[in-house]
């Protein structure tokens, strides 16, 4: 089992509201990930992270924002909500190069913005 | 496109049989790893697979990879109603990310 947590896993909220998702891992792990996941579609990267204070976009245009400020935390943040993203996000972590950049992955914040 | 892409996209087999699930790539890698999710879950990983490997085993999982065709296979044999879920395989050419498919579901009927 993976130690890499997500809160809140279910959220539905208002048009135009702020909110945060947060991811938390105790692994130690340097490499941090926010995917979003439509039911049953692939997965697209919109976020990662190198290490503290990097945070890069990823393949998918995203009008949210991540920062790591400490290790273990990675959140989340959406300004003002919209329907559009309504959405799972996984948040996920991995060691690098050595383990083969295996990725380990929270249960998933499903986000339903009404 | 997608590096990774899984056929078939849904595979619905009776308890007891063995599922084939296929992944085709586009450009050269390091590894390619298999994961799984079930309904509304985060993905786990099954088993990686590096580039100079053709063959893996792990428990009921076989993986195979033909990196000449770019294309990988992971096999359930002996399939349980508990292996109802979606696959997905990863590509990881070297850089950072990693690349995931669009997974193929798979319905084992009890």
């Known amino acids: 089992e993976a130690d890499i947590y997500q809160t809140p896993r279910y959220l539905v909220i208002g048009t135009g509201k702020k909110i945060t998702l947060e991811c938390s891992q105790t692994?130690?792990?340097?490499?941090m990930y926010w995917y979003q996941q439509d039911p049953g579609m692939e997965l697209h990267l919109i976020h990662y992270?190198?290490?503290?204070?990097?945070?890069e976009k990823g393949d998918l245009s995203s009008e949210s924002t991540v920062s790591r400020i400490r290790t273990e935390h990675f959140p989340l943040t959406l300004e003002s909500a919209r329907p559009s993203h309504t959405s799972q996000y996984l948040c996920?972590?991995?060691?690098?190069?050595?383990?083969?950049?295996?990725?380990?992955f929270g249960e998933g914040s499903w986000l339903t913005v009404v | 496109s997608q590096q990774g892409e899984e056929d078939p996209q849904a595979l619905s087999i009776q308890e007891g049989e063995n599922a084939t699930m296929n992944c085709s790539y586009k450009?050269?890698?390091?590894?390619l790893q298999w994961y799984r999710q079930n309904s509304g879950r985060g993905l786990v990983h099954l088993i990686l697979?590096?580039?100079?490997?053709r063959e893996k085993h792990s428990g009921r999982l076989r993986v195979t990879l033909d990196t000449s065709k770019k294309s990988s296979s992971l096999l359930i044999t002996a399939s349980r109603a508990a292996d109802t879920a979606s696959y997905f395989c990863?590509?990881?050419?070297?850089?950072?990310?990693?690349?995931f498919g669009a997974g193929t579901r798979l319905f084992v009927k009890a």
């Open positions: 996920a972590s991995s060691v690098g190069v050595s383990s083969g950049n295996t990725i380990y």
């Open positions: 992270s190198y290490g503290v204070n990097s945070t």
């Open positions: 692994m130690g792990h340097d490499k």
């Open positions: 990863a590509t990881d050419t070297g850089g950072f990310k990693t690349i």
């Open positions: 450009t050269s890698i390091n590894n």
């Open positions: 697979i590096r580039s100079n490997e």
